[in-house]
């Protein structure tokens, strides 16, 4: 879990994915590369928050959205995110909330 301030610091349509190294430790079968397209994970648009491994991206498998399948990253319908990626610019502050204990 992580919370802050970050900006969105790069934009990409169609993005290559590499699995970050705590996804590979718990899906070792996973490819080390995938090149980007509709059978990517990223899905049609991802926004790089920060410095950091997490982005703002698609998704082509929109029934894991709101499920613990990635690590950290926020996945969205590609239509959701391809609004969202013409929109939003390069420099764009991104809050980060926890969910409030209920």
């Known amino acids: 879990q992580w919370q802050g301030l ?3 610091t790069n ?5 290559d994915w590499t699995p970050p190294a705590e996804m590979i430790q718990r ?5 080390r ?3 980007g397209g509709p059978g990517n ?3 049609a648009r991802a926004m790089y928050l920060g410095t950091t491994v997490y982005r703002i991206h698609g998704t082509n498998r929109p029934d894991t959205i709101g499920t613990k399948v990635s690590s950290g ?3 969205l319908v590609n239509n959701d995110v391809a609004d969202l ?3 939003v ?6 809050i980060i909330r926890q969910k409030p204990e209920l």
């Open 6 to 8: 970050v900006t969105i």
């Open 11 to 15: 934009k990409k349509e169609w993005p």
């Open 27 to 31: 899906q070792p079968y996973l490819p």
């Open 33 to 35: 590369f995938m090149a």
């Open 41 to 43: 994970p990223l899905g």
């Open 73 to 75: 990253c926020f996945r």
């Open 85 to 87: 990626y013409d929109r």
């Open 89 to 94: 610019p390069v420099g764009t502050k991104v």
